[in-house]
C-alpha cells in the first residue's frame, strides 16, 4: 500500500514509531439532533428551533487559536517569528500548557516548504531544552515545497497526507503550519486580490475537509503599521492574527486580531542557543528555542489585562483607526509609533455606543464614559495620548507630552 508520508520523505526523516493514542476516541464533529441535508442539495442546513448558544469555542490553545479556523502569524525576517510558533505547535503535539494557557493535545503537521534542515535541528533543540529525547508525540513535517494557490495542484495530495495522519494517530490534525505563505503562493502575487482570494479559499477548503486549523506563517510589508504584506483581503478572511516584532535581543508577539476571542495577548520572549553537536569540519552546529519569563518549560507572558464593557470599546475603536489610518511622525509620538487625532477616537466611540438598549447611554453619560475608558486605558499603559494624538503603547507610559516616562 503506498505511504505518502514516506514517498514525501524520500527517505530523508525516519519513520517515526507511533506510540502516541488520543486521549479521547476519534470522532468528528457530531451534527446537530437538527441539522439535515436535503435530498436536493449536498450542504448542510440548520433550523432556527434547534439553534443555541456555543458555550464552547473550540480554542487548542485557551483564548488564541480555535479548532478548523485561520491564524496568520507575521513579521520581520530574523523577528523569531518561526522559533515562536514552533514552541507553540510543539507543545499542542505534546499536550502541555503553553504560557499558562491550557492546550488540547493533538495532532501537528509542520509544511516546511523552504527546507527541513532547519527544522529538523529546530525540533532536535526544543527536544532537548525540554527533555523529550526518546518521547514520541504526534507531530510531522512534510518537507517540500506545495502549490495551495492552484486547486488542481497539491490542494488534494495535501488533504489525504492529513487524512492518511489523521488515521494513524486516531485524531484530527489539530494544526496545520503553512511556512511560508509567500513560497505556498507558488509564483502568485501577494497584492492580487485573484491570487490571495485563491490561497485563502484553498485554505478554507483545508480546514473544511480536515478539520484542521491552518496557521499561515507571512512576512510583514515595508510599513510595518501597516501589518502583514500583500492584499488586505488577507485579514479579512483572517480569524487570528499575531505580529512578531524584535527589539534587539527582546522579541514580542501581540495579537492584533481575533474574531471570536478576545483580541488581548503580549508574549515577551528570547531565544536561547541550543549546541546540536560538531559537522564534519569538527565546528559548532547550533539551533535557537524560545525562552521566556522563567515559567518552567513554557515560554514566558505578558497578557493584557483582560477589559470589559466601554473599555475593551474603546481599546478595540482606537485599534481599528490606528490599523485603517494610523500615521507616524508626529511632535509628541514616540518614534515609530502611528497614531490617530484623540478627537477620531472619542468620535468613533461614540458613534459605537448605542443611546438605547440594555448596553446604551444617553448623549450625555457618553463624554463621562469615554473619558473613564482612557483614563483606565491609561493607567493599564495600553494607550498614550499627548498633543491631541493617541497611540498603542504597548506597556510602556508615557507624560502628556509624549516622553516615556
Known sequence: MDDPIRDAYEGNL?????????????????????????????????????????????????????????????????????????????HVAAGLNWNGREVTQGPVIWIAMEGAYGIRNRVEAWKRHHGMAGVEIPFAVIPVALNLLNPEADISPLISTLDYVRGKFGADVKMT?????????????????????????????????TSSHVCWIHHSGKDDAKGARGHSLLRAATDTEIEITADGAQHMARVSKQRELDCAGEFAFTLQVVELGVNERGKPVTSCVVAGSGEGHTAGAVLTPRLKGHVRRALDVLHDLLAESGKGGFAGVPSGLPSVPEEWWRERFYDRTVSDG?????????????????????????????????????????????NQT
Open 358 to 402: 440594555k448596553d446604551g447611554l444617553k448623549q450625555d453619560s457618553r463624554r463621562a464614559a469615554f473619558n473613564r475608558a482612557v483614563s483606565e486605558l491609561q493607567d493599564k499603559r495600553l494607550v498614550g495620548v499627548g498633543k491631541g494624538r493617541v497611540w498603542s503603547s504597548k506597556g510602556q507610559t508615557f507624560d502628556q507630552t509624549g
Open 177 to 209: 503550519v503553512v511556512d511560508t505563505l509567500s513560497r505556498a503562493i507558488a509564483g502568485g502575487n501577494e497584492n492580487s486580490p485573484e491570487d490571495m482570494g485563491a490561497l485563502v479559499t484553498n485554505g478554507t477548503q483545508i480546514q473544511q475537509k
Open 14 to 90: 525516519p519513520r517515526p514509531r507511533l506510540r502516541w493514542r488520543p486521549t479521547v476516541a476519534y470522532s468528528r464533529p457530531e451534527q446537530s439532533a437538527q441539522r439535515d441535508t436535503p435530498a436536493t442539495s449536498a450542504l448542510p442546513i440548520e433550523f432556527f428551533a434547534g439553534m443555541g448558544a456555543s458555550l464552547n469555542a473550540k480554542d487548542f490553545v485557551e483564548g488564541l487559536l480555535i479548532e478548523a479556523a485561520m491564524s496568520v502569524v507575521y513579521g520581520q525576517s530574523n523577528s523569531g517569528k518561526t522559533f515562536w510558533l514552533l514552541d507553540m505547535a510543539l
